[in-house]
């Protein structure tokens, strides 16, 4: 928890500076015709993540927390380097990923392994376990083929498994075992950085402890830095040293945990963790915030919020707000901030 | 095990629906999946119950039996599901059509599952309305309105006329519930109805399912595999595990004091129940395959309180006044030794 108050004093292990990603739908024929012809159509562009800055130390777990559609993933997604960002920049401990070498980009891209939610659809169905674990490092020569089968049996070991089964293939194994599978993967090719998007959103309940302790074990273990993606407020509070909130594309709060569940400042956080069911909550009326997410299509003017907000003003509706430090290492997007 | 001494319900109303000994089988290639195996319940009127269970528990099963869903290979192969003095497994095809939808409704966890993709919201729901009651086509129009009102969709009129696309997840849910209570049917069996709904919007969902029930006297059966959402909604709970009812009791005796210790795993597995950063309780190993469950107490080998006796089905029996628990070994306090 210290590195968020402390400013770390070497290069964050990631740092993102306004980054922002962009998809468009190009107009079909018909649309570019009825376009020609004066028709008010215009090609559709969805701000799937909107100017973000974010920057994790070493060793640190950051869990991200958003509604379906708040472009989490996609911040995810840029952050390991699978999805280029249409504006802004990646700096990986201080080096911009975009200017690397091709021997660097390589090196940085392994380095930073993701963990997907489904174990069904991320693994191949065709594929042995031993291959799928033990293909990445072969490939990069960071085992030879001497060592090759050790080196997996190892792998298997520390995520969980039994090397006995590495003849296996995925179909027949359980949703956790797959999980267990995937992360083996991820780690095999030695990363620092995990970008879990998700990772146990899949599971039952009593599986989904099971794994959440494997990724602490392993944090331990193997000093890894976490990029924890969730939409379960439970997960993130248990894991994260720090928790960034977004909502349609933007950063919206973020504080370490255990002050944003004791003192959240936005109103988004505030309504998001009074909808959360909590088990020790007995036959209550459950508080409702008003709408839903707008279309990111269409975004509102001014806080994305306004539209939802209990306490929105007439300036949320023309202005965005900023992201201010309210208290060390803790900073909030709202107008209401200001007026105190 | 006589079916009788189980259904003792820790709510003495008439019950809406009584469930004696269920069994739905599954007559697999592989062999006969026992997916429930020996269910009993009564779900009192205007109560909830929480069926809680993990995946392959045949919590879904149960639901699907109660309102004659099972497909082939699955059968309903003994007990009685009792309605109104009716047993609803020996119904016919036709006879049951009557019941459906009408009396007893079902709300899926998908939406889209329920709602026709190519037809018209008031095309469905003006059809289901006159498929029971003999009204005229503005009457069931005036009373799909309404429904959709009732279940906070703003503007009906309108809405009316969309196609179930035209719907975000939530509301395309709040049309289903909708359709479920064209008829104010007097049971509901909901599947995972906010499991894939955001936390606010499933929020929404809860507060308005809550006063439907309140206002209506329908009683609910809530299929889950979310303790928290059954701690804030539900009266009673049974917890299923490989096809049987391990526990039964009401929602604050289950979840404060377990007696199960399966119940007491999952509820100790929940994130929030755990000190932060500390390694979570879980339960070790999986659910054993319902194709080869062990003889005796299914639970026996992921049980840390699992002894000899164990290697013997155990009974569902009352182990407190009010409260049955299919385990030889139950969590007991010491002054309740005796007594039990």
Not at chain 1, 302 to 319: D, S, T
Request: hydrophobic share 40%; net charge positive; aromatic share 4%.
């Amino acid at each position: 928890m210290s590195a968020t108050t402390l400013a770390p004093a070497a290069a964050p292990m990631i740092e993102l500076r306004g980054i922002s990603r962009r998809f468009e739908k190009k107009l079909d024929f018909a649309g570019r015709i009825a376009k020609r012809l004066g028709a008010p159509v215009r090609e559709e562009i969805v701000h799937a993540v909107d100017g973000v800055d974010l920057s994790i130390a070493k060793g640190e777990v950051v869990g991200l927390v958003g509604e379906s559609g708040c472009g989490k993933s996609t911040l995810g997604r840029m952050v390991a380097g699978i999805l280029p960002p249409s504006d802004g920049t990646v700096l990986r401990q201080g080096r911009d990923i975009t200017v690397l070498n091709t021997q660097d980009a390589r090196e940085a891209k392994l380095r930073t392994q993701m963990i997907f939610q489904d174990p069904y659809a991320s693994l191949n169905p065709r594929m042995r376990v031993a291959d799928i674990v033990g293909e990445a490092p072969h490939v990069h020569g960071i085992v030879s083929g001497r060592d090759w089968n050790d080196y997996v049996d190892e792998q298997l070991r520390r995520a969980g498994l039994d090397p006995a089964l590495k003849r296996r293939y995925p179909h027949q194994f359980s949703g956790g075992q797959r999980q267990r599978i995937g992360i083996a993967r991820a780690l095999a090719v030695k990363p620092d950085f995990l970008v879990c998007d998700e990772a146990v959103a899949a599971l039952d309940v009593s599986i989904q402890a099971q794994i959440l302790n494997l990724f602490m074990k392993l944090r331990r273990e193997l000093d890894l830095t976490y990029l924890f993606i969730s939409h379960d407020l439970g997960v993130v509070e248990h894991l994260s040293d720090r928790v960034v909130i977004m909502y349609l594309g933007r950063v919206v709060e973020s504080a370490p945990a255990a002050e944003v569940f004791a003192r959240a400042n936005h109103p988004y956080t505030v309504s998001l963790l009074s909808a959360v069911p909590r088990i020790d909550s007995r036959k209550r009326a459950f508080s409702v915030v008003q709408g839903e997410i707008p279309s990111p299509l269409n975004p509102p003017p001014g806080c994305h919020f306004h539209p939802r907000c209990p306490h929105a003003m007439p300036r949320c509706k023309v202005e965005r707000p900023a992201l201010r430090e309210i208290a060390p290492g803790h900073i909030s997007a709202c107008h209401l901030n200001d007026a105190s | 095990m006589t079916a009788a001494s189980i259904s003792a319900s820790p709510i003495s109303a008439a019950p809406t629906l009584e469930v004696r000994n269920l069994q739905t089988h599954f007559f697999t290639r592989a062999g006969v999946v026992k997916a429930v195996d020996g269910v009993s319940f009564t779900v009192p009127r205007g109560k909830v119950l929480g069926l809680v269970g993990e995946s392959g528990s045949g919590k879904t099963v149960t639901g699907f039996s109660i309102i004659g869903l099972v497909d082939p290979p699955g059968r309903i192969v003994g007990g009685e599901i009792l309605y109104q003095g009716k047993n609803l497994a020996s119904l016919s095809e036709e006879e049951m059509r009557h019941l459906r939808g009408n009396r007893i409704a079902m709300i899926f966890q998908d939406p889209m599952m329920t709602l026709n993709p190519v037809l018209r919201i008031d095309t469905q729901m003006i059809e289901t309305v006159r498929a029971h009651t003999k009204v005229s086509h503005e009457e069931a129009r005036q009373r799909a309105r309404d429904t959709l009102g009732m279940v906070g969709i703003p503007s009906p009129d309108e809405r009316l006329k969309s196609y179930p696309h035209q719907f975000s997840g939530g509301m395309r849910q709040r049309v289903a519930i909708a359709i479920a209570l064209l008829h104010r049917p007097e049971l509901i069996v909901a599947d995972e109805p906010t499991t894939a709904l955001d936390v606010t919007i499933q929020g929404q969902i809860l507060a308005e399912v809550q006063k439907l029930a309140a206002t209506t006297g329908t009683s609910l059966i809530w299929i889950t595999h979310d303790l928290s959402v059954v701690a804030g909604l539900a009266d009673e709970i049974a917890v299923m595990y490989a096809g049987r009812v391990v526990e039964h009791g009401l929602v604050e005796q289950v979840l404060d004091r377990p007696l199960h210790p399966y119940t007491a795993g999952l509820i100790g597995s929940v994130p929030s129940r755990n000190k932060r950063g500390e390694p979570l309780r879980q339960i070790p190993g999986m659910t054993p395959s319902l194709l080869s469950l062990p003889a005796g107490c299914a639970f026996r080998s992921r049980c840390p309180r699992a002894g000899e006796e164990c290697g013997i089905e155990p009974p569902i029996r009352e182990i407190l006044p009010g409260r049955d628990a299919r385990c030889h070994r139950p969590i007991l306090e010491a002054a309740e030794v005796a007594s039990a």
